[in-house]
T-cell receptor, first 115, second 115 residues
Framework: NAGVTQTPKFRILKIGQSMTLQCTQD?????MYWYRQDPGMGLKLIYY???????DKGEVPNGYNVSRSTTEDFPLRLELAAPSQTSVYFC??????????????FGPGTRLTVL | AQTVTQSQPEMSVQEAETVTLSCTYD???????LFWYKQPPSRQMILVIR??????QNATENRFSVNFQKAAKSFSLKISDSQLGDAAMYFC????????????FGQGTRLTINP
């Protein structure tokens, strides 16, 4: 299993440009998440999905959009990029079990710079 | 809303010695999970240890152990016999036992191992 994969690894955007960060998992996990990590800080949740066709906002959703058409893929869309969106973006996935406590598996991250 | 606080931005320890990283959290829930994640320079998020709030026994994983004080809402990580490969950012995280399993992270502690 490749686990959680993210593309691209690095990207530089100009203010006002748009892009999509790709995330794919091959573990058949139903839950998927997008986090951002600003320099020297912990991760903050942007959006999450509990299954195909179901998404919801996290702590910092403004400026982003997501979709979940398949179990495997959970792309994050940035519209009208702003310098405040300069960050490292992590995608994660997890499965549900009745006793809970299951681990979230993280991708390697995408470093995005908006100039 | 739940919050997680790591009051030590940086810690250092001599190789082979023991170090303790602190974490406190705030929640009104009684059932939840706590995690410590390691983030080396590669940026990959690696689960170190997990604690279920309903368990009184402290979790242990090889050289890593926790001191979970539920009443005090404290969750510290002890690393014994520190090794150079332990150098990383360490994040404490909280997850409710209900809902979409979203993680709430602390700000992180940068651990340096001195040879």
């Amino acid at each position: 299993n490749a686990g959680v994969t993210q593309t691209p690894k690095f990207r530089i955007l100009k203010i006002g440009q748009s892009m999509t960060l790709q995330c794919t998992q091959d573990m058949n996990h139903n839950y998927m998440y997008w986090y951002r990590q600003d320099p020297g800080m912990g991760l903050k949740l942007i959006y999450y999905s509990v299954g195909a066709g179901i998404t919801d906002k996290g702590e910092v959703p403004n400026g982003y959009n997501v979709s979940r058409s398949t179990t495997e893929d959970f792309p994050l869309r940035l519209e009208l990029a702003a310098p405040s969106q300069t960050s490292v973006y992590f995608c994660a996935s997890s499965y549900t079990i009745p006793t809970g406590g299951n681990e979230q598996f993280f991708g390697p991250g995408t470093r995005l710079t908006v100039l | 809303a739940q919050t997680v606080t790591q009051s030590q931005p940086e810690m250092s320890v001599q190789e082979a010695e023991t170090v303790t990283l602190s974490c406190t959290y705030d929640t009104s829930e009684s059932d939840y999970y706590l995690f410590w994640y390691k983030q080396p320079p590669s940026r990959q998020m690696i689960l170190v240890i997990r604690q279920e709030a309903y368990k009184q026994q402290n979790a242990t994983e090889n050289r890593f152990s926790v001191n979970f004080q539920k009443a005090a809402k404290s969750f510290s990580l002890k690393i014994s016999d520190s090794q150079l490969g332990d150098a990383a950012m360490y994040f404490c995280a909280y997850r409710s036992a209900r809902g979409a399993q979203k993680l709430v992270f602390g700000q992180g502690t940068r651990l340096t191992i001195n040879p």
